[in-house]
């Protein structure tokens, strides 16, 4: 135990080299460039109203010996607006750790926030359930939408970070598909004859002995159904392009588009005032830093 209590503060944009520094040696599978990347990205958002915009620091010594990420937004949740903050990349210098727990509690206070975890390392899993997290995702489904039948009707559009407008697509839609194509996500709008459905697919790293075919990871759609209509003209271009799989958050099967379940990885956690969509992940740290 350090014989001074380290502060607690927000990060500021003055200290967003040292943060970097901090999570490089905290994560060492990733590189100081990724980091980087991804708080710059953070610092460009627009944010909710008295959101922070990288999360908090814990200090000694005018120095960081920890940090929690945050990633607030605002998105729509059964109809309503919700202020959500994705807690994303948390360290703790090992000699601060007896800290890291009141550290955790003292950045989650909002009550009318609700705040998710959509990377939990398995060992955090009981920390976060102590905390008054809740599981709203046990799973993933990995998903072959080009098995899936009909879509003959249906046409998919891409969405470029220059992209001046999209039939039948709100401007707000618009701007969050443009947005995550910058990031280098797939943005794709399915055309039906009355519609446009948007959807955002991130691009997965590859992993031995996991994933063992290319796969995206389906990042945002208005609701899961949507996606499971569009499956056989999305899984068409997909294909074509090299991807046959795709993986989606999911509490069990999904019927009408063919795939397995798992509940090996993919948990993810809420507290707060409303639970996160299974189809939304735009503008978290899976958008933002990269899978």
Same mark, same amino acid.
């Given at each position: 135990?350090? %014989?001074?209590?380290?502060?607690?503060? !927000?990060?500021?944009?003055?200290?967003? /080299?040292?943060? &970097? *520094?901090?999570?490089?040696?905290?994560?060492?599978?990733?590189?100081?460039?990724?980091?980087?990347?991804?708080?710059?990205? =953070?610092?460009?958002?627009?944010?909710?109203? *008295?959101?922070?915009?990288?999360?908090?620091?814990? /200090?000694?010594?005018?120095?960081?010996?920890?940090?929690?990420?945050?990633?607030?937004?605002?998105?729509?949740?059964?109809?309503? &607006? &919700?202020?959500?903050?994705?807690?994303?990349?948390?360290?703790? *210098?090992?000699?601060?750790?007896?800290?890291?727990?009141?550290? @955790?509690?003292?950045? =989650?206070?909002?009550?009318?926030?609700?705040?998710?975890?959509?990377?939990?390392?398995?060992?955090?899993?009981? #920390?976060?359930?102590? =905390?008054?997290?809740? #599981?709203?995702?046990?799973?993933?489904?990995?998903?072959?939408?080009?098995?899936?039948?009909?879509?003959?009707?249906?046409?998919?559009?891409?969405?470029?970070?220059?992209?001046?407008?999209?039939?039948?697509?709100?401007?707000? !839609?618009?701007?969050?598909?443009?947005?995550?194509?910058?990031?280098?996500?797939?943005?794709?709008?399915?055309?039906?004859?009355?519609?446009?459905?948007?959807?955002?697919?991130?691009?997965?790293?590859?992993?031995?002995?996991?994933?063992?075919?290319? %796969?995206?990871?389906?990042?945002?759609?208005? !609701?899961?159904? *949507?996606?499971?209509?569009?499956?056989?003209?999305?899984?068409?271009?997909?294909?074509?392009?090299?991807?046959? #799989?795709?993986?989606?958050?999911?509490?069990?099967?999904?019927?009408?588009?063919?795939?397995?379940?798992? !509940?090996?990885?993919?948990?993810?956690?809420?507290?707060?005032?409303? =639970?996160?969509?299974?189809?939304?992940? @735009?503008?978290? /740290?899976? %958008? #933002?830093?990269?899978?």
């Amino acid at each position: 135990m350090p %014989a001074v209590k380290p502060r607690f503060r !927000e990060i500021q944009e003055s200290d967003v /080299e040292a943060i &970097a *520094d901090l999570l490089t040696r905290g994560f060492v599978y990733r590189s100081r460039d990724y980091w980087m990347r991804g708080l710059r990205r =953070q610092g460009a958002r627009s944010l909710p109203q *008295d959101a922070p915009r990288y999360g908090y620091l814990m /200090e000694n010594d005018v120095k960081p010996v920890g940090c929690l990420l945050q990633i607030y937004s605002t998105r729509t949740i059964d109809g309503q &607006a &919700a202020i959500c903050c994705n807690n994303s990349s948390w360290y703790v *210098d090992p000699e601060f750790r007896n800290y890291a727990a009141l550290f @955790a509690s003292m950045t =989650q206070k909002r009550k009318d926030v609700t705040y998710f975890n959509v990377t939990p390392a398995t060992q955090t899993w009981p #920390i976060l359930e102590a =905390q008054g997290f809740k #599981i709203y995702c046990r799973g993933l489904y990995f998903s072959f939408p080009a098995l899936s039948r009909g879509g003959a009707d249906m046409q998919v559009e891409v969405v470029t970070p220059d992209t001046a407008s999209i039939a039948g697509l709100p401007d707000d !839609e618009l701007a969050v598909l443009k947005r995550h194509a910058s990031y280098g996500c797939l943005s794709l709008v399915c055309r039906t004859a009355i519609e446009a459905i948007p959807f955002i697919f991130f691009s997965l790293r590859k992993r031995r002995g996991i994933i063992p075919l290319p %796969a995206l990871q389906l990042g945002f759609c208005h !609701e899961i159904p *949507d996606y499971v209509r569009c499956a056989a003209a999305i899984g068409r271009y997909l294909l074509w392009r090299g991807s046959p #799989i795709v993986i989606l958050n999911a509490n069990g099967p999904i019927a009408g588009v063919a795939g397995v379940y798992s !509940e090996a990885r993919g948990r993810k956690y809420f507290k707060g005032p409303q =639970q996160p969509r299974l189809g939304d992940l @735009a503008d978290t /740290e899976l %958008a #933002i830093f990269g899978m």
